[in-house]
Nanobody, 123 residues
Framework: QVQLVESWGGLVQAGGSLRLSCAAA????????MAWVRQAPGKERELVAA????????SYSDSVKGRFTITRDNAKNTLYLQMNSLKPEDTAVYYC????????????????WGQGTQVTVSS
């Protein structure tokens, strides 16, 4: 199994940028398709970006398309989310998640979760 730890959330002004990281413990990170999922207060979890095992395929929710970029470095067992042009509505706890099933943009397919990192965007 893979254990996931997110980092580099924080407070940023609208229009700013952040780069989240998710470090995976264990040597099977490359076997997992990965995703970034966020949850804002009072709202359901939203899968915002997904990436295949090798990184060749990605998908994004409409709410972040063109502003966020998901990448991975399997040699470093790390997943990234580059977030640009941040908006107050991007404020949420961001989780990285993994699935052994393969590339998916369906939240229900993910069964490995980190503890989350808070991102707050001020107006």
């Amino acid at each position: 199994q893979v254990q996931l730890v997110e980092s580099w959330g924080g407070l940023v002004q609208a229009g700013g940028s952040l780069r989240l990281s998710c470090a995976a413990a264990g040597n099977i990170f490359g076997s997992y398709a990965m995703a970034w999922v966020r949850q804002a207060p009072g709202k359901e979890r939203e899968l915002v970006a997904a990436i295949s095992r090798g990184g060749g395929a990605t998908s994004y929710s409409d709410s972040v398309k063109g502003r966020f970029t998901i990448t991975r470095d399997n040699a470093k067992n790390t997943l990234y989310l580059q977030m640009n042009s941040l908006k107050p509505e991007d404020t949420a706890v961001y989780y990285c998640a993994g699935t052994f099933r393969g590339f998916s943009d369906s939240l229900q397919d993910y069964n490995r979760w980190g503890q989350g990192t808070q991102v707050t965007v001020s107006s």
